[in-house]
């Protein structure tokens, strides 16, 4: 079903717009700068080629298991089902160099996976797939179950009595409802996986390059006729994201289906499902529990000793803070102006461009900015741009579900822009919001680039210290320090989790 | 009137006594509590009467350099761009007007001082058998190692260096020895700490961090019969400086042997002054032979694409 706004009163229509317009200008600068200084070589074309293969395998790979994962959990019946389902949200939310860790721990050389099947199985092209599967599977999972749950229960009902299983279900009941999904999902995991930087390099083990390790390279030695051409390649294909994307809406959730498969649906043996799911289970999160059991065995009190640690901490959660909050409120406003949203959701794929070769305009141009004093400032700015994307794909199809029944009784009341924010959209959704909030302040923890450019000893963020740590071969500290960002992480979720949980609970008490 | 003269009085009095500054960029492992420039900015402070400012980058020499750029008020020093960077920076500085001290290597430049250095090398653990040259080890396909990426860690100059226009082919070779390549020298020793590889790439002091202050003597660096590459931490004057006077007395500071004392134990190079090292660092074997950048072959990187 399609679902257009017409707000009551455009009043922040104008000052939205403006927004994107300068997020597209930033586009066009950047885009332009680029263009005038490539050298157009065949090098990045080279690379986009020789990487598109792996990329395109991973991303159907990981659709496909997410897809079987999702369709087990949602026609099976079994205890901590709930919690299975919240903790696949935590596996796409943690620091991308703590699931690396995680991986190494339980498929590097002295993994236990690897003992157990006597092979190489990172290091190689095969660690990068199963780098970007073991990342992307919960992401594409989380998105399919959802999809699943909302297939109007009229269609199941149809499907059973023509007896149809197997197959001729997933054709004619699933099929139609997965399919724009799918393709969306196919888009942005294959972007997500263009885009990984740490997966490539550590798990490749220098054998396997891509688009963004190269530009990262280039930059840090300062190639810049190559940085110039990759950037130009990756804008391309931002837009060409963007073009794609937005030729589709974003599917509002409507509330119609069942959260678990009922009886009267063909199902495989129960054996098999849980099967399933406990070998895919254990794939999936066996690296966050080698990081956990690991994490036993250190003195993790240490680290509460430092000093430096409480002035990360601070650092760190007032910048989240901030960035956590301006997300929220870029969401509310994009989930009245849809319009919109995909040019934020682009941001994401092209964020390493941006940010980089926002860096370089500066320089280029010498603008009189003393960009280092306001480093929080921009870091705050930026990372808010990289951490809109996957909020809003979290929560704002549920946030258009939530207040879908009252935009046009509010739209006849004819009340005002705020009456309409605060009865509408935040009675009907504070829940969703603050499990967004939530999201982004976790996702803030865990970045390390921007801050990394921006902090200085003043202003140090945890992922910013732990790298001190490494630097300073204080391993010891470094891991106690990764372990507490873990459970930080988990204290979270956690709440995230309850949030959802009682969202939903909410959601069925209206209907 | 009085009250006029007495206000430039106190005007003059004041700028007379107004502390003079210096800025001094550095990457964040030399500016933290517990850094080697940090510890020399509070010691300097005391000497000189002035107010040290430290910029931190946490990010590689390149990465320091740009940060430089993007300063529209700019600084007085830069600190810790390594000896393969200067060209980038050249522009940036000037000359340092300071006699060049005698180093215990080859280095004459008017604008970049050494102030540290060490040899890149390969830890591994002791009680193994460790390759003594870089044809051993590439002969030995079993013997897996760690490295940091080459185009951005001195690596590539070490083997094009041995090798010249054979490096596109050893490096060929290399490859099956290659367990993984990470961003940083950090993420390979963390993963060699971790097991993954039996070497890994580092600095030859690194197994003077586990003697002294792990009490350890697991780890040590194979010595290659080829020779090591010479890495070496510079300090530059800006073209910015307000205070160029106060930055040599502060250069000639961080060359004294009170300061150079620093270096062993805050940093774990190695000091460009004669000073008595630890003992921790005695007990390390250095290498007979550097191998140093080939100026002559900018494009060299291009060969680990």
Redesign the interface.
């Known amino acids: 079903m399609k679902f257009v706004y017409t707000l009551p009163k455009p009043k922040f229509y104008g000052a939205f717009s403006l927004l994107s317009i300068i997020l597209l200008l930033g586009y066009i600068v950047v885009f332009g700068l680029v263009i005038m200084n490539a050298s157009w070589s065949s090098?990045g074309m080279n690379l986009l080629l020789q990487t598109i293969w792996l990329t395109l395998l991973c991303s159907i790979i990981s659709i496909v298991l997410g897809y079987i994962l999702a369709y087990m959990i949602f026609i099976t019946n079994f205890i901590a089902r709930s919690l299975l389902i919240q903790m696949l949200r935590l596996l796409m939310i943690l620091p991308i160099m703590l699931s690396i860790v995680g991986i190494?721990?339980i498929y590097?050389?002295?993994g236990f996976m690897a003992k157990f099947l006597d092979t190489q199985l990172?290091?190689n092209r095969l660690g990068v797939a199963l780098g970007f599967c073991l990342y992307n599977i919960p992401y594409a999972c989380s998105t399919f179950l959802l999809i699943l749950q909302n297939i109007p229960q009229n269609r199941w009902l149809i499907g059973s009595q023509l007896g149809m299983r197997g197959f001729s279900l997933f054709r004619h009941v699933i099929w139609s409802d997965i399919i724009k999904t799918t393709k969306n999902l196919l888009l942005i995991i294959f972007f997500l996986c263009f885009t990984s930087?740490?997966i490539v390099?550590?798990?490749?083990?220098?054998?396997v390059k891509n688009l963004t390790t190269?530009f990262?390279?280039a930059?840090?030695?300062?190639?810049f006729e190559l940085v110039y051409d990759l950037g130009l390649i990756q804008i391309f294909m931002g837009l060409a994201l963007l073009g794609l994307l937005s030729m589709t809406n974003i599917q509002s959730l409507q509330k119609r289906g069942f959260l678990i498969a009922p009886d009267f649906i063909h199902k495989p043996s129960y054996y098999l499902r849980i099967m399933i799911i406990i070998i895919m289970s254990l794939l999936l999160f066996s690296p966050v529990i080698s990081i956990i059991i690991k994490g036993l065995s250190l003195d993790i009190f240490t680290i509460f000793k430092q000093p430096?640690f409480y002035d990360s901490l601070w650092d760190s959660t007032w910048v989240s803070l901030w960035v956590a909050s301006l997300t929220i409120f870029i969401i509310l406003l994009l989930c009245i102006y849809r319009k919109f949203y995909y040019i934020f959701l682009s941001m994401g794929i092209v964020f390493p461009s941006y940010f980089l070769l926002s860096?370089l305009m500066?320089?280029a141009f010498?603008?009189?900015?003393?960009?280092?004093a306001y480093g929080p400032f921009f870091a705050i700015i930026l990372i808010t741009l990289s951490t809109i994307p996957l909020v809003a794909q979290m929560i704002l199809p549920s946030m258009i579900t939530s207040i879908h029944s009252d935009w046009r009784l509010s739209m006849h009341l004819s009340i005002s822009i705020f009456s309409w924010l605060y009865h509408i959209l935040w009675l009907k959704t504070w829940r969703l919001l603050l499990a967004g909030f939530l999201i982004s302040f976790a996702l803030t923890l865990g970045t390390y680039s921007v801050?990394?450019?921006l902090?200085?000893?003043s202003f140090?963020p945890m992922m910013?210290l732990l790298?001190?740590y490494?630097?300073?071969?204080r391993?010891d500290l470094?891991d106690q320090l990764a372990l507490v960002i873990l459970l930080i992480y988990i204290i979270l979720f956690a709440s995230f989790s309850f949030l959802n949980h009682a969202q939903k609970d909410d959601s069925h008490a209206d209907d | 009137m009085r009250k006029l003269l007495t206000i430039a009085a106190l005007l003059l009095s004041m700028s007379a006594a107004a502390q003079k500054e210096l800025k001094i960029y550095a990457y964040g492992l030399l500016t933290d509590d517990e850094g080697l420039v940090n510890i020399w900015a509070k010691e300097f402070e005391k000497r000189c009467d002035c107010k040290i400012t430290l910029i931190a980058s946490n990010a590689s020499s390149s990465q320091l350099i740009q940060r430089i750029r993007m300063d529209p008020k700019g600084g007085d020093i830069v600190m810790g761009i390594e000896a393969d960077y200067i060209e980038q920076a050249r522009d940036l500085v000037t000359h340092h007007k300071i006699s060049t001290p005698d180093y215990p290597f080859d280095w004459q430049d008017p604008e970049f001082l050494a102030f540290d250095y060490g040899w890149l090398s390969f830890i591994g653990k002791n009680g193994e058998t460790l390759p003594s040259s870089f044809a051993q080890l590439l002969e030995n396909p079993e013997i897996k190692i760690i490295l940091e990426n080459p185009r951005t860690s001195g690596f590539g100059y070490w083997l094009h260096g041995i090798y010249g226009d054979q490096t596109k082919e050893k490096w060929k070779r290399l490859q099956k020895n290659i367990r993984t390549i990470t961003p940083s020298w950090s993420d390979a020793y963390s993963l060699f700490l971790k097991d993954e590889g039996n070497l890994v790439m580092s600095y030859i002091t690194s197994p003077a961090y586990h003697k002294e202050f792990e009490n350890s003597e697991d780890y040590i660096a194979a010595i290659f019969d080829e020779g090591h590459y010479l890495q070496i931490e510079t300090m530059a004057l800006l073209k910015t400086s307000k205070n160029p006077e106060l930055a040599r007395d502060f250069f000639r500071y961080v060359l004294s042997k009170d300061a150079q004392k620093e270096v062993a134990l805050r940093n774990f190079m190695l000091p460009v002054a004669d000073v008595k090292l630890p003992q921790s660092f005695q007990w390390l074997k250095l290498p007979e032979k550097s191998i140093k950048k080939q100026p002559s072959d900018p494009k060299i990187l291009e060969i680990f694409r």
Not at chain 1, 219 to 223: A, R, V
Not at chain 1, 366 to 372: E, P, T
């Open positions: 090098y190494i721990n590097g050389s002295n990172v290091y930087f740490e390099l550590i798990l490749g083990g220098g054998k190269e990262y390279t930059m840090s030695i300062g190639e430096q860096m500066i320089i010498r603008l009189k900015i003393d960009f280092f801050l990394a450019f902090s200085n000893d140090k910013a790298a001190d490494m630097g300073r071969y391993f470094a």
